[in-house]
């Protein structure tokens, strides 16, 4: 098998795992995300019968680079906004093979902040810039050498008898 081929297996494997604790249902879609290297694209799904109640995606007429931060940010929002017109106001987050972490993060919390709720407010960690900047760390000790410290000329030498 081939890097590529292991690759995607792998993600395979990582999909499923993720995917068996998330069902969409009506009142509680799924929001998957998905993301290439130059846009990402998220969907409300119903599960259960079979259907996409509402997307959003960085691509299509008149769209910039999708593969930032900030694209994923405003799709987030965009499918909040989706939602509300469809009464939807939770959602049960499903990341995929992907981490959470830098767009899919920012997507997770664009949309909750604009009123779908897929993750939990309580645990999202939003850098604030006018916080004071942590303080430095204190200066570390000095490693003591290993072994004997003493001259080597004044060491006994190996094998020799005291």
């Given at each position: 098998?081939?890097?590529?081929?292991?690759?995607?297996?792998?993600?395979?494997?990582?999909?499923?795992?993720?995917?068996?604790?998330i069902?969409?249902?009506?009142?509680?879609?799924?929001?998957?995300?998905?993301?290439?290297?130059?846009?990402?694209?998220?969907q409300?799904?119903?599960?259960?019968?079979?259907?996409?109640?509402?997307?959003?995606?960085?691509?299509?007429?008149?769209?910039?680079?999708?593969?930032?931060?900030?694209?994923?940010?405003?799709?987030?929002?965009?499918?909040?906004?989706?939602?509300?017109?469809?009464?939807?106001?939770?959602?049960?987050?499903?990341?995929?093979?992907?981490?959470?972490?830098?767009?899919?993060r920012?997507?997770?919390?664009?949309?909750?902040?604009?009123?779908?709720?897929?993750?939990?407010p309580?645990?999202?960690?939003?850098?604030?810039?006018?916080?004071?900047?942590?303080?430095?760390?204190?200066?570390?000790?000095?490693?003591?050498?290993?072994?004997?410290?003493?001259?080597?000329?004044?060491?006994?030498?190996?094998?020799?008898?005291?």
């Open positions: 098998m081939d890097a590529q081929k292991r690759k995607h297996h792998r993600q395979l494997r990582r999909r499923q795992h993720v995917r068996s604790r069902v969409g249902t009506a009142e509680k879609p799924r929001l998957s995300v998905f993301r290439s290297s130059k846009h990402i694209y998220a409300l799904i119903d599960d259960i019968n079979g259907v996409t109640l509402a997307a959003a995606s960085s691509a299509g007429k008149g769209a910039v680079y999708g593969g930032n931060v900030s694209a994923a940010t405003t799709v987030g929002q965009k499918l909040a906004e989706a939602a509300k017109g469809k009464n939807i106001s939770e959602a049960a987050f499903d990341r995929g093979h992907f981490r959470f972490h830098g767009r899919v920012a997507l997770a919390i664009a949309a909750t902040q604009g009123g779908l709720k897929c993750c939990v309580e645990n999202i960690k939003v850098k604030d810039k006018s916080a004071p900047a942590p303080a430095p760390a204190a200066p570390k000790a000095e490693k003591k050498p290993k072994g004997d410290s003493r001259p080597k000329s004044e060491r006994p030498k190996a094998g020799a008898k005291a």
